[in-house]
């Protein structure tokens, strides 16, 4: 079972930037597609996006769409996640997760979880 750590939370205000990392440990992460989901107060966890293992196929949920960019490097076992134009609604905790499955990953379908990163965006 892969191992993850995210990093680069912090505080941003409105419109500004943020990159997440997420450092995975073991040889599987290759094999592994890879999300981002998120929690705010209050409410569900909920999707955010995902990469397949090769990176070359990503999808997004509608609320990001066209701000926020999944990529990966499987060479430095990293998945990150680019945010763009940031609204005080993308405030939440963002969790990094390992799916054996592409197309379900946004269903919860993962394997593994990251104990997350706190993501502030002010107005």
């Known amino acids: 079972q892969v191992q993850l750590v995210e990093s680069g939370g912090g505080l941003v205000q409105a419109g500004g930037s943020l990159r997440l990392s997420c450092a995975a440990s073991?040889?599987?992460?290759?094999?592994?597609?890879m999300g981002w989901f998120r929690q705010a107060p209050g409410k569900e966890r909920e999707f955010v996006a995902a990469i397949n293992r090769s990176g070359g196929s990503t999808y997004y949920a509608d609320s990001v769409k066209g701000r926020f960019t999944i990529s990966r490097d499987n060479a430095k076992n990293t998945v990150y996640l680019q945010m763009n134009n940031l609204k005080p609604e993308d405030t939440a905790v963002y969790y990094c997760?390992?799916?054996?499955?592409?197309?379900?990953?946004?269903?919860?379908?993962?394997?593994?979880w990251g104990q997350g990163t706190q993501v502030t965006v002010s107005s």
């Open positions: 073991g040889r599987t992460f290759s094999s592994k597609s």
């Open positions: 997760a390992a799916s054996t499955a592409f197309y379900t990953l946004h269903s919860g379908v993962v394997n593994s």
